[in-house]
Each structure stands twice: as C-alpha cells, then as structure tokens.
C-alpha cells in the first residue's frame, strides 16, 4: 500500500493498471526463474532464492530516508522491503549448500546463478535507461565473470 501512496502523492490519483508495466528484460528474468522453478529441483530452487534478497546497501540505507513527505514515503516503502528480504540470501545459501552434494551439484549451482544474475545486469540496465550500451553490458558481464580454475 505504500507504493500506492507514493504514486497517489506524486500523480494527484490513485494508481492504476494502465500505470503498470512489466519491461522485456525484467519479463526475461522472471521466465528464467520460473524455468528453474518448475523443475521442481532443490538445488535451482536455491539458486534462485539465493539470487534474490534485499540485503543491498540501497534498503539499508533507504530505510533511514528523511526530510520531506515523498522521502518519508519511500523509507516507509524501502523499510518494508528490508524487513521482509534482508537476510534472505543468507537463509537460501544455507539451503543451498545443504543440496549440493558433488562438484557436478556445484557446477549447476554457479551456472544457475550466473544466468540469472547476468539477465539482472540486462534488467537494470533497461530500467535505468541509456546507462550501458549492451556491448558495455557484455563487455561488463564478461569482465566480472569468473572463470573455472
């Protein structure tokens, strides 16, 4: 509800279905997981809880947001979002290790979330438009992705 009323304070109305919009890389992101999902395997089921969480700088952060109404708004918002998120990488990458059980397990562990954490790069890099050409994105993913020793 708190994201209503930042819309709600900032547009003058309430939100409403047409004010929402799903963009083709987050779409791409949300199929992936499901992809993993529906194979009902522990393993990338880990791997994608492991790949989510709010433990990020920003919510710790954001949450201590003050001075104004909007500002108010969002630390509401970002609070909300770090009660519910901010140790969960820690919970999933518990359950993670717990399924893997070979070198092969592992693989399949770092490639889920080396897939799924690429297509985020690709996401945020939509939603903050015209920040990285997608040659500066390859060139990025690339850069920081290890290689098998």
């Known amino acids: 509800m708190v994201l209503a009323d930042i819309f709600e304070y900032l547009m003058g109305r309430p939100i409403s279905p047409d004010d929402t919009i ?3 890389e987050e779409k791409k992101l949300g199929d992936l997981r499901k992809a993993y999902v529906v194979q009902d395997d522990p393993l990338l089921n880990a791997a994608v809880g492991f790949t989510e969480g709010g433990g ?3 919510f710790r952060e954001g949450k201590e947001l003050s001075g104004g109404k909007v500002n108010e708004l969002i630390a509401k918002a970002i609070q909300i979002i770090f009660n519910d998120e901010h140790d969960r990488y820690i919970e999933q990458a518990k359950k993670a ?6 070198p092969e397990d592992l693989q399949r562990m770092k ?3 080396a897939k799924l954490n690429e297509q985020r ?3 945020r890099a939509e939603m903050f438009r015209d920040t990285m050409t997608k040659a500066e994105i390859e060139t990025f993913i690339e850069e ?3 290689q098998p020793v």
């Open 22 to 24: 799903q963009l083709d």
């Open 144 to 146: 920081n992705t290890r």
């Open 56 to 58: 990020a700088r920003l």
């Open 97 to 102: 290790i717990s399924h893997i059980k070979s």
């Open 111 to 113: 490639d889920a979330i």
């Open 121 to 123: 790069v690709r996401m």
